[in-house]
């Protein structure tokens, strides 16, 4: 385990639905969030440099700031072996860099703002190096927005994938994928409250689109889709609408060889863990209160997902190695691997972290598949990373600007 800094954010792997680890010829390029260094400073995003086989830090070097702890980096690689960047923001302008020498700070481009009210990236390049991004946009009733770039051109219109039904805060925890077969593929939740109050919103459905046209159109579930969607309108993966103190939430899915999803989700009645797969039948899915009965897994989880050559999909999830109900940062909670085969079943299911009761490990960001440059991911292990500490609060912190630090971990799978 390589330790790459000690002065991490509460969150400074969080929000991997974009890749926070990239193989770059004998390089692992690796992204995270520091805090601020002082009171009402800003957090500091970082990007280090190591060596892949060994996973040592050679350099780190400063990327951008942001305003809190939402603000860590999105990385993605081109066919040219460019580097690409977004960084930040949180209800503000993404700042959009790239280098072809990453070691070297001033070999990155100036920041570009592209906004205005974006949060949470989801960042990809097709083999044809257009970029795909999907966000929320923040505004009176938030919507997820899909825009794309081609090569030599700018940012497109902006095309409202879904708004929420109601004003007020919703969180989609999207995630968007380039299959085999050069499909795009969309997940999303839709996550609110009546009220519009952050910490009384439930998640009441999840969803999946796919384009094959590199974003022109989309289909949700064989039908076309009509934008925004809307509760209303979508073909549900799995919904709890009519129970409303129902809740459940989704991570980010995984394309397998056969252009089709994986997904890990906390579902209800009963409270427990779902690995959800598209098969020829529709949409199947793994109790894994059954297959995994040691770990408790309902809930909101943080979680990380891959997949290698062999055509097994890797889990990371934190929770309470006891099976306990963990908080949303208990400081019990560890890391566990687990991993599925093609057929759908959990083939082993194991602790990564060392427990220590006083100290969360948590938050995975795993190095995401990808179906434009597969060969060399997951070779010789798939690298994560991870951040162990404590954290600051939830929806109850106002001030996310604190200054507490955590340890920021590398690490790879055997």
Known sequence: MMHLSSEGSDRATAYNISNKLIRRGDDLIVGWLDGPAGKDGPVRIRIGICDLESGAL???????????????????????????????????????????????????????????????????????????????????????????????????????????????????????????????????????????????????????????????????????????????STNWIYQCLDDPDATMRIGTHVTDREDRVWLFASLPNPDRGVMWRQTDNGWENLDLSAAAPQLQLAGGKATAISYDDQDRVHLLVATDPHGKIPGWYDPAIELFHLVFTAEGQLGSCDQITETDPDRANWIPAIEHWDWVRPDPIGQGGHWYLHTSGINAGLMSQSDYNDTLKTDVYLNKLQ
């Open 58 to 232: 050679k350099t780190a070097i400063p990327l951008g700031e942001g305003i809190d702890n939402h603000c860590g980096p999105a990385l993605a690689i081109d066919g040219n072996d460019r580097l690409h960047a977004l960084v930040g923001a949180h209800h503000g302008d993404f700042l959009y860099r790239y280098s072809d020498e990453p070691a070297n700070p001033d070999a990155w481009s100036d920041p570009e703002p592209v906004g205005p009210r974006h949060s949470y990236p989801a960042f990809v390049i097709d083999k044809e190096g257009t970029f795909h991004l999907a966000y929320r946009e923040s505004g009176d009733r938030w919507q997820l927005q899909y825009t794309r770039r081609p090569p030599g051109e700018g940012w497109s219109t902006p095309t409202v994938i879904a708004e929420s039904p109601t004003p007020g805060y919703n969180h989609f925890m999207h995630s968007l994928t380039i299959g085999p077969t050069g499909r795009l593929h969309l997940t999303f939740q839709f996550h609110f409250s009546e009220s519009g109050n952050s910490r009384e919103c439930l998640t009441k459905g999840m969803t999946h689109i796919v384009s094959d046209d590199g974003g022109d159109t989309w289909d949700n579930d064989g039908q076309p889709c009509a934008f925004p969607i809307t509760i209303e």
